[in-house]
């Protein structure tokens, strides 16, 4: 159990944690203090369509929106959303390692282009007034040395909390954290800090905090998706049913997507990730078989209803 000092955050998953998936795992299982949404970003000059449907559906007070910009520019103008949504807490992330958002110069590139960064910091410091930033970060791109450049920046720029994913960017999410590399980055920032980085059990998040208990917090992503009550067991609050409330989320994330989505195969191709997260266990391999054969929504159905019934059987 943590002290109550601590926030817990839930890093956003794209395609998986929406505003259906945040909703039903606040009310099913919390323990969360914030939630962020999958980033925000531009393509050929356009808001995703997506991105946006899902700030409008968005129905919790405590979410904050992940952006991604390539500059200040572009920061104000995935902003204008949020602020005519009233929210008022943005998450500017300069941490993603996926190739194709690096590629257009955002994301964790922006950590191997200082000055485009400064720009984004720039952008920061100039709205601050009309909202609470906060940034996401790796410790580099292609060195775990390069926050070191940029952070002098970034403890000059208004800001809630910085957020540190303890590995560099090419290594996406493979390999070990840098623990060392973060305990440096945490001596230096001046900012509230918030760890992030293969928490995927009780035990991972004792031991960050018992290495640096001055921190504000911990951000869980892909542990919160495995065990979605570890939010809870971590505060040592009363868990609920695990069973009855794994399904009630379920089956409110797939009515949410036939009720969104035309075409039954989209369904399950939206559906069949999450089990790469709520079953491990090597002994359900026949029925996961089945949820990731599945070609339509009644497939699916039909499918994951007899992997939740044999998990629940043990």
């Known amino acids: 159990m943590i002290d109550n000092k601590y926030e817990v955050h839930f890093a956003p998953l794209q395609g998986l944690t929406d505003a259906s998936f945040r909703r039903l795992h606040a009310q099913l299982f919390g323990g969360v203090d914030f939630y962020y949404t999958p980033f925000i970003r531009i393509e050929r000059g356009l808001f995703r369509k997506r991105d946006l449907r899902d700030l409008t559906e968005e129905t919790l007070d405590n979410v904050v929106p992940q952006v991604l910009p390539g500059s200040a520019a572009e920061l104000q103008r995935l902003c204008e959303p949020v602020f005519a949504k009233g929210l008022k807490r943005v998450d500017v992330n300069i941490g993603c390692p996926f190739p194709p958002v690096m590629a257009h110069g955002r994301g964790a590139a922006l950590i191997n282009n200082p000055d485009t960064l400064l720009d ?3 952008g920061i410091a100039k709205i601050s007034a009309e909202a609470e930033f906060s940034l996401k970060m790796r410790l580099g791109y292609d060195s775990p040395d390069q926050w070191k450049d940029v952070i002098d920046a970034i403890n000059s720029t208004p800001l809630r909390h910085v957020t540190m994913h303890a590995r560099i960017a090419k290594q996406q999410y493979r390999g070990e954290c840098d623990l060392e590399a973060f305990g440096q980055f945490a001596q230096a920032c001046k900012h509230p800090l918030i760890y992030n980085g293969d928490l995927l059990t009780t035990a991972d998040v004792q031991n960050i905090l018992d290495r640096w208990p001055g921190l504000r917090g911990i951000m869980i992503g892909r542990g919160l998706l ?3 009550a570890l939010a809870r067991k971590l505060r040592g609050d009363t868990l609920p049913d695990f069973t009855t ?10 009515a949410d997507a036939q009720a969104r989505m035309t075409e039954p195969r989209q369904v399950a191709e ?3 990730p999450y089990w ?14 089945a949820v990731r054969k599945s070609r339509n929504a009644d497939q699916y ?4 209803a007899a992997l939740i019934a044999r998990m629940a059987r043990g």
């Not at 790469?276 to 078989?289: A, H, S």
């Open 120 to 122: 984004v910091l720039d």
């Open 226 to 228: 495995a065990d979605m």
């Open 245 to 254: 409330a794994f399904q009630q989320l379920h089956d409110g994330i797939f």
């Open 270 to 272: 939206h559906m069949k």
């Open 276 to 289: 790469d997260y709520f079953c491990q266990d090597d002994q359900f391999r026949r029925e996961l078989k």
């Open 301 to 304: 159905e039909a499918a994951a």
